[in-house]
C-alpha cells in the first residue's frame, strides 16, 4: 500500500510471485488505490491482483518473471535453461 499511497511512484513491478498472492487482497484499501492509480507490473502468480486493480480502473501488466534477471541465476537454473 505504502507505494500505491506515495504519489512519486509511477509503476509497481512484482520481482517475484507465490501461490499465496490473494491474500494481500485482504490488505488493500480500494479507495486509497482508486485515488493514486499506480499501475501494477505482475507475474504469473498475480492474476488475482492484477484483475482486482483492473476492477478498479488501475492499469496493470502481465509479464513473465524478472527476478533471473536481477540477480544471477543459481546452478539448477542455469543448467535447465541451456
Known amino acids: ?3 500505491f499511497e506515495d504519489s512519486t511512484v ?4 512484482a520481482a517475484t510471485s507465490g501461490d499465496k498472492e490473494i491474500r494481500v487482497l485482504t490488505d ?3 479507495t486509497k488505490l482508486r485515488e ?3 499501475r ?3 507475474l504469473s ?3 488475482c491482483l ?3 486493480l483492473w476492477m478498479l480502473g488501475i492499469s496493470s501488466f502481465y509479464q513473465g518473471v524478472v527476478l533471473d534477471d536481477l540477480q544471477p541465476a543459481d546452478e539448477i537454473s542455469r543448467e535447465s535453461t541451456v
Open 1 to 3: 500500500m505504502e507505494a
Open 40 to 42: 501494477f507490473y505482475g
Open 10 to 13: 509511477k509503476g509497481v513491478i
Open 45 to 47: 502468480d498475480n492474476p
Open 36 to 38: 493514486n492509480p499506480t
Open 50 to 52: 492484477i484483475t482486482y
Open 28 to 30: 488493500l484499501d480500494p
